[in-house]
C-alpha cells in the first residue's frame, strides 16, 4: 500500500467547513483512497472512498486530485461530534481488507 | 441493522491468564478482521476470515494467539499465556465483498494484562 501523509491536528470551527488535506505521492494506478475516522472510544468508522473521481455521501465529500497525488476529505458543517482521528488510507480495491491506518489527523471542532 | 458486536468491553487479566474475546459481526457479512492497537502504536491487522476459514492470518504476532470462527457466525481470538505487551484495544470488523465493500468495526475490547 502507497504511504500517506497527513497533518497530525486540525481545528475547525463548528458549523464551518473542514478540510482535511493527504498526501499520497506513491500511489499506484489500482489503489483507492479511504477515508475512516475513530471518535473516542469508538471503533474506526468509513466515511468514504474514491479512485480518480471526487465522491460525495451524506457524511462527506472527498476531492481526489487529477494527478491522484493528493487528496482532500471536507465535512461541509463540522459540528461537535465530528471531533476525531480522521485516517487517509490508500489500499487496493481488490483485497483491501490489510489497512494501513497510521496516525491520521487530529479534528478538533471547536464551538 | 445491528452492528458489529464485541464482548467484553474490557477485560483486565494477570500475565500468564488466558482470555478469550468474542466478536459478532454483521448479519450476513462473510468476511470478518481482526485489528488491534497496542499502547502508543497504530492499529494493525491481525487476520482475515472469510466464513469459518483463515484467509490471512499473516499479522498475528505470535503462537500465542488463537482465532476461530466456527460455522462462520462469530468468532474468538483466544490469548494464551498472556503477556503484558498484549495490552491494548481489539477491534472486530466485517465486510459483505471483501475488496469493494468498507470495514464495519465494533467498539473494540480494551484488554490490560497485569
Known amino acids: 500500500d502507497a504511504k500517506t501523509t497527513q497533518p497530525t491536528s486540525m481545528d475547525c470551527a463548528e458549523g464551518r467547513a473542514a478540510n482535511l488535506p493527504c498526501n499520497h505521492s506513491t500511489i499506484s494506478g489500482n489503489e483507492y483512497v479511504y477515508w475512516y475516522r475513530q471518535i473516542h472510544s469508538q471503533g474506526p468508522q468509513y466515511i468514504i472512498h474514491g479512485l480518480k473521481n471526487n465522491e460525495t455521501n451524506e457524511m462527506a465529500s472527498l476531492i481526489i486530485t487529477e494527478d491522484r497525488k493528493s487528496s482532500t476529505l471536507i465535512l461541509p458543517h463540522a459540528t461537535l461530534r465530528d471531533t476525531a482521528v480522521y485516517y487517509c488510507i490508500a489500499a487496493l480495491g481488490a483485497g483491501s481488507y490489510q489497512l494501513t491506518f497510521g496516525k491520521g489527523t487530529k479534528l478538533s471542532v471547536i464551538p | 441493522e445491528a452492528g458489529v458486536t464485541q464482548f467484553p468491553s474490557h477485560s483486565v487479566i494477570e500475565k500468564g491468564q488466558t482470555v478469550t474475546l468474542r466478536c459478532d459481526p454483521i448479519?450476513?457479512?462473510?468476511?470478518l478482521y481482526w485489528y488491534r492497537r497496542v499502547m502508543g502504536k497504530e492499529i494493525k491487522f491481525l487476520l482475515h476470515?472469510?466464513?469459518?476459514?483463515?484467509?490471512?492470518e499473516s499479522g498475528m504476532p505470535n503462537n500465542r494467539f488463537l482465532a476461530e470462527r466456527t460455522g462462520g457466525t462469530y468468532s474468538t481470538l483466544k490469548v494464551q499465556p498472556a503477556e503484558l505487551e498484549d495490552s491494548g484495544v481489539y477491534f472486530c470488523?466485517?465486510?459483505?465483498?471483501?475488496?469493494?465493500?468498507?470495514?464495519?468495526f465494533g467498539n473494540g475490547t480494551r484488554l490490560t494484562v497485569t
Open positions: 476470515f472469510v466464513k469459518e476459514s483463515k484467509q490471512d
Open positions: 448479519s450476513g457479512h462473510d468476511n
Open positions: 470488523a466485517s465486510s459483505s465483498r471483501m475488496g469493494i465493500s468498507p470495514l464495519h
